[in-house]
């Protein structure tokens, strides 16, 4: 049993026999193939919508290069595929410069065939992803961050005085500050922008499936490789690849990657043969990965290739006044269906100024979403946030920070408190806290110095 609509393709040759025979073949493999001569194809792409074309390079009436010229002129996001003899392999190369993605040769390989049409599907897939993506940032003030804080500011301009690099970059930030945001505005302004922009999770994917998925795997290389996969960087080529929380990968895996980025090669899992790559990495993380690299958790080889630009993410608790802006765009992008103006009170703003945020915009984004659902009214007001305070944070306003005690001083008193509750046993106070006596004595003199 096939596959149904794999994809829509439409084959031009000028021999009848084998074009019958080839669109059966194609029909059957999965694809919706529809049959066409070469003086009707540009008409038919006015009215038609195709994947794929297969296209025969000679035929009676009229010259493949010269059609396929004529296509991509018209139709740039069409795929062009193809067909030649032997003998006219060098003038499929020479297609292939003038914008056809592969070529096959006759006396036609299935088995070469539907690999090379499933691959072309699967790229038109990711970036047809890809674009999605990218109108959804667009939309994100005109390309740019939100934001007119100092610090925002200053992330804006090193993504214009570095997108047109070739350097990788690592982001770092917490949860929803925006690290795929800033990834794919480092493409959209860098050369690349028109090649694919490529997504990876890596922590929704186990590591053998994260490895298949980035470097592909050859028929056989493990129990369900039942067809030969091509890999992230082997379909990114010539665009950029986004790692999410590279800091959750494996050490087997951080040592092929390393390798990636240093001989901008790989091989699939099963393979021999070493495949270029060429695609600019941008990585994200939410921790630390200098301690994990003092704790041997991750490479440091890699984290110096991967840390050739830094930009550090702030959480939106350290640059409150740019969250009207952002609740102005949210509440612009939630009400475009909606014929009622919303906005929010001066009093909400400021008790929205005032919430930790530990999910930082996505959070805001949620909260802002959730009142004008739960809101009739024009102007939402504090009491319908449906905000849930930190107890934390709720404690610690009560007090002047400058009067708060000092981490130094907090461990002095409890030390003396165990002293106290231990008889003024030194050696019992100091099992209980599983430290040695001169440890405590040290702590002892402090405190007499700061009395």
């Known amino acids: 049993m096939t596959e149904e609509n794999l994809g829509r393709i439409l084959l031009v040759d000028d021999d009848e026999v084998f074009a019958e025979v080839f669109a059966s073949e194609l029909t059957r493999m999965?694809?919706?193939?529809?049959q066409g001569f070469g003086t009707d194809i540009v008409s038919r792409l006015d009215k038609d919508e195709f994947d794929i074309i297969v296209l025969d390079i000679l035929m009676p009436n009229v010259s493949g290069l010269q059609l396929l010229?004529?296509?991509?002129?018209?139709?740039?996001?069409?795929?062009?595929?193809?067909?030649?003899?032997?003998?006219?392999v060098a003038n499929a190369i020479t297609s292939m410069k003038e914008g056809a993605y592969d070529f096959i040769t006759k006396p036609v390989e299935l088995d070469r065939v539907e690999h090379i049409l499933r691959?072309?599907?699967?790229?038109?897939?990711?970036?047809?992803?890809?674009?999605?993506?990218?109108?959804?940032?667009?939309?994100?003030?005109?390309?740019?961050?939100?934001?007119?804080?100092?610090?925002?500011?200053?992330i804006r301009s090193l993504i214009g005085r570095i997108a047109d690099s070739e350097s990788t970059v690592l982001i770092h930030g917490e949860s929803g500050t925006g690290k795929e945001l800033?990834?794919?505005?480092?493409?959209?302004?860098?050369p690349r922008r028109a090649k694919p922009f490529i997504i990876v999770d890596c922590?929704?994917?186990q590591e053998n499936l994260l490895e298949s998925e980035l470097f592909g795997h050859e028929r056989g290389a493990f129990t369900g490789a039942v067809t030969k996969k091509h890999g992230i960087f082997e379909i990114a080529d010539g665009g950029t690849v986004f790692l999410d929380e590279i800091g959750d990968i494996s050490q087997s895996l951080q040592v092929r990657l390393l390798r990636v980025v240093e001989t901008k090669s790989f091989r699939r899992l099963g393979g021999n043969d070493r495949i270029n790559t060429d695609v600019r990495l941008v990585a994200a993380t939410n921790r630390d990965l200098k301690d994990m690299v003092h704790k041997r958790e991750f490479r440091e080889d890699l984290y110096y290739r991967i840390n050739v630009v830094n930009?550090?993410?702030?959480?939106?608790?350290?640059?409150?006044?740019?969250?009207?802006?952002?609740?102005?765009?949210f509440l612009s992008e939630l009400c475009k269906s909606d014929d009622k103006t919303r906005c929010f009170s001066k009093a909400a703003l400021d008790a929205l100024k005032q919430h930790d945020w530990p999910g930082n915009a996505r959070e805001l984004r949620n909260i802002v979403e959730r009142s004008v659902l739960l809101s009739d009214e024009t102007t939402i007001d504090v009491g319908e946030l449906p905000l849930t305070a930190s107890p934390l944070r709720s404690i610690l306003k009560q007090y002047d920070r400058h009067k708060l005690p000092s981490l130094k001083e907090l461990q002095d008193s409890y030390i003396v408190w165990v002293l106290d509750k231990s008889g003024g046993n030194k050696q019992l106070a100091a099992r209980v806290l599983k430290v040695d006596r001169k440890t405590i004595q040290r702590h002892l003199n402090h405190d007499d110095d700061v009395q």
């Open 182 to 190: 800033v990834a794919n505005l480092i493409h959209k302004n860098s």
């Open 119 to 154: 691959r072309c599907m699967e790229k038109r897939r990711l970036q047809s992803q890809n674009r999605t993506l990218v109108d959804r940032m667009s939309d994100l003030s005109d390309g740019r961050l939100i934001g007119d804080s100092s610090a925002i500011r200053e």
């Open 203 to 205: 922590t929704s994917l």
């Open 311 to 329: 930009i550090s993410l702030p959480p939106l608790r350290e640059h409150p006044d740019d969250i009207p802006l952002l609740v102005d765009f």
């Open 69 to 88: 010229k004529t296509i991509k002129n018209s139709r740039q996001d069409l795929d062009v595929i193809m067909l030649t003899g032997n003998a006219t």
């Open 30 to 34: 999965g694809f919706q193939v529809e």
